[in-house]
């Protein structure tokens, strides 16, 4: 396969072993000849076909697998769920095992729904509880301290059924978006719960204690609570349990609570995740989808998922017992934006919607059959009998298939995997593959990165360089006005014909993004991870439209993202109103700032910050440190905010820098050629560079990167949402931040 630039650098800096010393000691065919092996054990024909498969760039496996197959870790899954019952042994063990879990490099799901509100009585103590808001916090501190693989920390769900009597508490309990930072909110709506928002009626609350209702609540109430809370910062998702549950696989076993941290794989408690993602774009030939192609890739996949699970150290022994019992596995899809964009089939389209449908129809019809084939020459899941495969047949409400005829096969012959679909985040493979991620439309279709060291380059979309070409209008002035727009809507020397079809995420309306998403999950075992973006302009009405259109369109849940709202939240923490009473109070934040951006070292890591300015000069500060967190991250977040408050009270930024440099700490750090004594010394440093380069104008700020000053134009893209590992823009895009740079998500 040939690799491009990106994918060089991905891999480069995520995927490729490393000595002792950093130094890089394999490339592209040696790590696919290392997963192969080993997932095909002592199966050379296998491992042969294996390679093959990895190496066509038709099919790659979660990032866990590619990075750690072979290795000594052995940790092939991405994410798991795990139990927690109503006492202080339970609550701790689950501590230390999701410690365990995040050490290795996996994300962690838990319901909290258990556990007794706060007050409640405790028998055993004669005190009463904390309530499950507040373990929340011990789940989260004991995440912040853990680094997966020594550079980042994990990530969790947390979810609360809706009939919880501390609801109210979880819905809010991320209105300061310094709070909970490792973890990610969904609540768990029921059937009983809708019903009452369309009735405007009262629901009960159940105390886990008991089961007996301790309350009531107006449906219609809670739900606007939601809405306006997602309004704000993306926060509470949705995922629908009751739904979830009727799909189910293994009731027998037990109920599903859960999901992982991106809400596409709900699982049983000690269950884990075993994905890998087909690339859908590489599947056209001569203008059309190549359908016997799909289907080899498709068996292929599937016996390359159920292998992985043989493979796999689990790091608990429980995890081992329950994956194996149910042998679930999540094949999906990735490259969908870009196989519209090859057939020219707008995204927002019923066209297009129809043939997500059927594609995925087909994937997960060939899925299950060549799971019924491995069932009979291995034998089917351990929990088949009782599993809801061996008491009814499974059917789907189709004529492009005969969904009849293969659940009677399975009742008969049995089936390998529990599940066999899930539509799950591709970030890192995605780009490695150089293709978009998951089911998402594009986020941008040109865009500057910073790769590393500081260095730069256009990303251009393949398929869309390939239009402007056959168009003859392939020029660098224009990608750079693309790249400064962030889409060609109304770009209008572009031919409506290419504008049409090169649609990126914000030109389509949240009512196309959900029916892709449910045309999707309707052909999907587990669930499908996708963003609904909004502009900045959204209003709380439009998110609450989508997620009840979400629940109409049969989805299993949802995550919203409004354009910014996540930084504006950060900014307006550290602003307060003003007072007749006060001699010195801040001015407004402005809708639109230019930024400056350094990179400095010191000796905690990369520091990068962002001075932002408005009409009057510098009016904020962002500091980003990759692979901190903790006392370290809050302290940088202080001094940001603090030196932004004194900023627009119009304090000089000469005495900001007078009182931040020469700081000392016990890890000081030359940086070209400069002693920095601390971090907060590196901040004075930064703001002293910005000083002295910065022009006073309104219209131009300067762009330092690496310590080289560049001018940006007026109207030049900013953002305040920065990569602790390089410095790039974050995009929001299925349900986590991902950095389309060097790789980094947050999830």
Not at 136 to 150: C, E, L, P, S, Y
Not at 657 to 683: F, Y
């Amino acid at each position: 396969m040939v690799l491009s630039d990106n994918a060089k650098v991905v891999l480069e800096r995520r995927y490729f072993r490393k000595n002792e010393a950093g130094e890089t000691i394999e490339n592209w065919n040696a790590l696919i000849s290392r997963v192969a092996k080993n997932i095909a054990g002592e199966d050379v024909e296998k491992e042969k076909a294996y390679k093959e498969l990895l190496d066509s760039g038709y099919f790659l496996p979660n990032s866990p697998t590619l990075m750690n197959a072979g290795n000594d870790l052995q940790q092939l899954s991405a994410c798991f769920v795990l139990p927690i019952e109503d006492s202080m042994e339970s609550i701790f063990e689950t501590v230390k095992n999701a410690a365990l879990i995040h050490k290795s490099g996996g994300g962690t799901g838990f319901s909290f729904s258990r556990l007794r509100e706060a007050n409640a009585r405790v028998r055993s103590t004669n005190g009463v509880s904390s309530g499950p808001i507040s373990f929340m916090k011990v789940f989260n501190a004991a995440t912040d301290a853990v680094k997966q693989g020594g550079t980042r920390r994990g990530a969790n769900m947390a979810i609360l059924n809706v009939d919880h009597p501390q609801i109210l508490d979880f819905i809010k309990c991320k209105a300061d978006t310094s709070e909970l930072t490792n973890f990610n909110l969904s609540v768990g709506i029921t059937e009983t719960f809708m019903r009452a928002v369309v009735d405007d009626a009262e629901y009960d609350l159940v105390s886990p204690r008991n089961g007996k209702a301790v309350g009531r609540l107006k449906a219609r109430d809670v739900f606007s609570l939601i809405v306006d809370m997602a309004h704000k910062n993306g926060e509470p998702g949705i995922v629908f349990l009751d739904r979830i549950n009727a799909a189910n696989p293994t009731p027998h076993i037990g109920s599903i609570e859960s999901t992982n941290p991106c809400g596409e794989q709900p699982l049983l408690p000690n269950e884990a995740c075993n994905l890998g993602s087909i690339n859908l774009a590489a599947l056209i030939k001569d203008g059309k989808v190549d359908w016997e192609l799909l289907r080899e890739v498709t068996r292929r996949s599937v016996d390359f998922l159920d292998d992985v699970i043989d493979r796999s150290k689990f790091p608990l022994d429980q995890i081992d017992e329950m994956v194996k019992a149910n042998r679930k596995i999540g094949l999906g899809v990735m490259g969908w934006a870009d196989l519209l964009y090859q057939l020219n089939i707008p995204y927002s389209s019923d066209q297009a919607v129809n043939l997500a449908g059927e594609l995925m129809e087909f994937i997960d019809f060939e899925a299950k059959q060549r799971s019924v084939e491995l069932a009979e020459e291995k034998g089917s899941f351990p929990n088949f009998p009782g599993s809801i495969y061996s008491t009814r047949h499974l059917s789907r409400k189709t004529k492009l298939k005969d969904w009849d005829a293969l659940g009677k096969d399975i009742a008969e012959k049995g089936i390998r995997n529990a599940t066999l679909t899930t539509i799950a985040p591709t970030g890192t493979i995605s780009m490695i593959l150089d293709t978009s991620s998951g089911i998402e439309p594009q986020f941008s279709l040109v865009y500057v990165k910073n790769v590393m060291d500081g260095d730069k380059l256009l990303y251009v979309n393949k398929w869309f360089r390939k239009a402007l070409e056959e168009a003859g209008m392939h020029s660098q002035e224009l990608l750079e006005k693309v790249a400064q727009a962030g889409s060609i809507a109304d770009i209008e020397e572009i031919p409506a014909a290419i504008r049409d079809i090169f649609l990126t995420a914000h030109d389509i309306s949240p009512e196309w993004h959900i029916r892709m998403q449910a045309a999707f999950q309707q052909y999907t075992d587990n669930a499908v991870s996708k963003t609904i973006n909004f502009p900045n302009s959204a209003t709380v009405e439009d998110i609450r439209i989508a997620y009840e259109l979400a629940y109409q369109l049969g989805c299993k849940g949802l995550t919203v993202y409004r354009d910014g709202s996540r930084e504006n939240q950060v900014l307006c923490s550290g602003s307060s109103p003003q007072s007749s009473e006060r001699k010195v109070a801040p001015r407004s934040r402005p809708e639109v700032t230019h930024g400056v951006t350094q990179r400095l070292e010191t000796g905690c890591g990369h520091m990068y910050v962002t001075i932002n300015t408005d009409e009057y000069g510098a009016c904020e500060v962002f500091v980003q440190m990759g692979k901190v967190g903790g006392c370290a991250s809050a302290q940088l977040e202080a001094i940001a905010r603090l030196s932004s408050l004194a900023l627009r009270s119009d304090i000089k930024l000469e005495a900001i820098i007078r009182q931040l440099k020469g700081i000392r700490c016990q890890s000081p750090m030359w940086n070209k050629g400069r002693m920095i004594t601390s971090c907060g010394d590196a901040v004075g440093h930064a703001l002293e560079t910005f000083l002295a380069t910065w022009n006073g104008s309104s219209l131009k700020a300067v762009h330092i990167v690496g310590g080289e000053p560049e001018i940006l134009e007026a109207g030049a893209k900013t953002s305040i949402a920065l990569c602790p590992d390089c410095g790039s823009s974050i995009e929001h895009t299925e349900g986590c931040l991902k950095c389309p740079s060097c790789g980094w998500t947050k999830c």
